[in-house]
């Protein structure tokens, strides 16, 4: 039997003083793209070129795996196929050409500078 497609979890949450806001699931077809959105209450912390919003990839319940580690800079050993962007307080994970093994859970991680405190989601 042929899987056509894969699901996508991500997770939403209040840190604080930040909400981050992502949809609670998506799914792809195999072979297609899927964007998964991050917003979040308070604009994200930036020091040029990048904003500091990361990616994480968690399977089955292991340890999450970093995939963007800020803005669009992919980590060590992410495929091409994931893709990083936006800015101040919305960003998006794109995954092109997915596959079945990017059945996931997605979380995206934000850092913040607020009221002379850096503070970030988790």
Known sequence: QTCTSALYFV????????????????????????????????KVLYHKPYHYLAWYQQKNGKIPKVLIMVSSLRASG????????????????????????????????SEHHINNHYMFTQ
């Open 11 to 42: 997770s939403s949450e209040s840190r604080g003083q930040v909400t981050v806001t992502q949809p609670a699931a998506l799914r792809a077809d195999l072979g297609g793209s899927v964007t998964i959105n991050c917003r979040t209450s308070q």
């Open 78 to 109: 992410t495929p091409s196929r994931f893709t990083g962007s936006g800015s101040n307080s919305d960003f998006t994970l794109t995954i092109s050409g997915a596959l079945a093994e990017d059945s996931a859970v997605y979380y995206c991680k």
